[in-house]
Nanobody
């Protein structure tokens, strides 16, 4: 059974940093594109960053230069290092894995940035 479990969210002041983690349970970590998405209240879920099996990365314009996505294949873990956080980064952050014919989501972790 595939499960994605996020952690690392919390409350931080503007300008601060957080690191999110997502552990992928099930023999699927290296078989798809991994990504972080977020959803703020009243807004649609949006892609924040993604990373392929070959470690190619892609970022939303709003987080370029501030966020870094990475993966540790030995720990089946996806990370999102978030620096220089802004109040507009406040959202629930979701881990996602897209494979051939499959699409898995974690339960989400709340990130709140105070001004």
């Amino acid at each position: 059974q595939v499960r994605l479990v996020e952690s690392g969210g919390g409350l931080v002041q503007a300008g601060g940093s957080l690191r999110l983690s997502c552990v992928v349970h099930g023999n699927i970590f290296t078989k798809g594109i991994l990504g972080w998405h977020r959803q703020a209240p009243g807004k649609q879920r949006e892609l924040v960053a993604s990373i392929t099996r070959g470690d190619s990365t892609n970022y939303a314009d709003s987080v370029k230069g501030r966020f870094t996505i990475s993966r540790d294949n030995t720990r089946n873990t996806l990370y999102l290092q978030m620096d220089s956080l802004k109040p507009e980064d406040t959202a629930v952050y979701y881990c996602n894995l897209v494979g051939v014919g499959s699409n898995y989501w974690g339960q989400g972790t709340q990130v709140t940035v105070s001004s």
